[in-house]
């Protein structure tokens, strides 16, 4: 007969449990602040410049326009507007401040809710809050996705979206009215948005016309509101030809619809298995070993979800859990396929990262569906300690080896942007008190260019008003200079890149 345990033994799991929690947390917020550590170190593109000088030059009729005519993302450009209104306005970037505000927003819109409203213990709704937005940044390229004015404001609002509404659907705690709010966020954010809005506002419609109750009706109404958003915005994505492709050299998928979908397949299944290690700069192929490890660490990370939804009961029934699905991988086929139309190959980074955490998000579907067969496969309950116990441990432990294989990928890269930040500070310094001198002469200094957060580099050179180099051409343009001289981006030594 074995002897029952001391008060003391049982006393002491909690507080080392409680220990465990922690030192994961911690290490999950470690990877957070040092990706924000590098944000003063973000810079624009010639899009930013383009846009700005357009602002200047046309104030609210060019908004407009690009609403009506060119981009059907009424959130994002209201947003971008207000933020170039505002640079113009003070003759600084704020590239830093405009982003990490952006980073704040989307995190609320991705975890606030499920913070406050789940179920399930505080400590395993913050270590998954927490663990996801980390992962969220590891495994793949960052530059594009997040140190990007134009385009985080574009796509990351998407992803949060699809973050909360996947996080409150498998806690069970999804509303109506939030569900609403959030889609209409999505619909109007990028064309990714629409996609995913109008999938999601599709199986719903499917899910409430099965279930054929007044009540199901009743409570569905405030999807209205996202539906005719979403209408709205795909019929001006479809009339102004948002995704016809022009400008780009001609490919056997370039502006052909099937010759598109037909293409997508294959580069589909690899975005479903593979994580990138490298800091690409546009969309390709993934390599071997980026499936083989993007496989290993996908499967530790279900594993380690799907034994901390077990033990904190987050056991969602498995129907509820086909139409999110659905909506999230048709997402991500329809932006691989919308690329080889518009472009003819797969672009771009920041399209690349998004495609790379709905993967992530799906992982979290499936962890959901696994907890509840082998809940009651097992017969496991919240009183079940030495289960709990034992369950936890392998969370754990599954979320720090992702954390530390991963982190390694990108360490060279980080180290190289936090050794940099004061190079990359007095760049950014050097090209705005250069391009708001007198004279017609300026400097463009590049700083680091770090992959971490430099997408694109400019060619250095010296170029002239009218003349090639788009990116150059708008930076001339919003600093009404002639000529600009471009340095090529200071040298620093990294440490060799972990495979």
Same mark, same amino acid.
């Given at each position: 007969?074995?002897? =029952? ?21 911690c290490v999950m917020l470690l990877v957070i ?28 009729? *060019? ?7 060119? %981009? =059907?993302?009424?959130? %994002? ?6 933020? !170039? ?56 390229? %960052? ?62 419609? *499917? ?22 958003? !979403?209408?709205?915005? %795909? ?31 294959? $580069? ?8 990138? $290690? ?34 904190? !009961?987050?056991? $969602? ?52 569906g696994l907890s509840t067969v082998l809940s ?6 919240? !009183? ?68 971490? *957060? ?5 060619? $250095? ?34 440490? =060799?890149?972990?495979?």
């Open positions: 007969m074995t002897p =029952p345990r001391s008060s003391a033994l049982r006393s002491a799991e909690p507080t080392i449990m409680g220990t465990a929690y922690g030192v994961v947390l602040a040092l990706q924000a550590a590098i944000l003063p170190a973000s810079v624009w593109q010639g899009d930013e410049y383009d846009y700005f000088a357009n602002i200047r030059e046309h104030g609210l009729a *060019f908004l407009s326009d690009r609403l009506l005519h060119w %981009s =059907p993302r009424p959130f %994002s450009e209201i947003v971008i507007f207000a933020y !170039g209104t505002v640079v113009n306005a003070v003759h600084k970037p704020l590239a830093w401040l405009f982003l990490a505000l952006t980073w704040l927003f989307c995190a609320a819109v991705a975890f606030l809710p499920f913070l406050r409203r789940s179920d399930a213990p505080f400590s395993s709704r913050l270590l998954i809050a927490v663990s996801v937005a980390a992962i969220f940044m590891l495994g793949h390229p %960052s530059a594009d996705f997040f140190y990007w004015p134009m385009g985080t404001i574009a796509h990351l609002p998407v992803l949060a979206v699809a973050c909360g509404l996947i996080l409150l659907k498998i806690s069970q705690n999804l509303s109506s009215r939030v569900e609403a709010l959030l889609l209409a966020l999505a619909l109007t954010s990028s064309e990714a948005g629409v996609f995913f809005g109008m999938l999601w506002l599709g199986m719903r419609a *499917f899910e409430i016309l099965y279930d054929r109750r007044a009540v199901a009706f009743r409570r569905s109404r405030w999807l209205l509101l996202p539906t005719g958003v !979403g209408l709205c915005v %795909s019929a001006e994505m479809l009339l102004n030809h948002r995704m016809g492709g022009s400008g780009f050299p001609f490919t056997p998928t370039h502006g052909h619809i099937r010759a598109s979908l037909a293409a997508a397949f294959g $580069p589909f299944l690899k975005t479903l298995i593979a994580l990138q $290690p490298n800091e690409m700069s546009s969309g390709s192929e993934f390599t071997k070993q980026a499936i083989a490890s993007g496989l290993a660490l996908k499967v530790i990370l279900t594993g380690a979800f799907t034994t901390l939804f077990m033990s904190c !009961g987050i056991r $969602p029934a498995l129907r509820t859990l086909i139409a999110p699905a659905i909506a999230l991988a048709g997402t991500m086929y329809l932006t691989i396929a919308a690329a080889f139309y518009a472009f003819g190959f797969l672009c771009c980074q920041r399209h690349e990262t998004f495609r790379l955490d709905l993967s992530v998000l799906l992982i979290l579907l499936l962890s959901a009651e496969k097992f017969k496991i309950s919240s !009183g079940d300690h030495k289960r709990g116990t034992l369950l936890q441990v392998c969370a754990l432990t599954g979320l720090l080896l992702f954390a530390g294989w991963t982190m390694r990928w990108r360490l060279s890269d980080l180290s190289l942007a936090l050794a940099g930040l004061p190079l990359e500070e007095a760049a950014h310094h050097h090209v705005w008190a250069s391009g708001l001198s007198a004279g017609t002469d300026m400097t463009y200094s590049q700083g680091t260019a770090s992959p971490a *957060f430099y997408y694109w580099h400019w060619e $250095p050179g010296t170029y002239h008003a009218g003349g090639t180099g788009w990116e150059v051409q708008s930076a001339l343009r919003y600093f009404g200079k002639t000529t600009l001289h471009v340095l090529p981006p200071l040298g620093l030594t990294p440490l =060799p890149a972990t495979p």
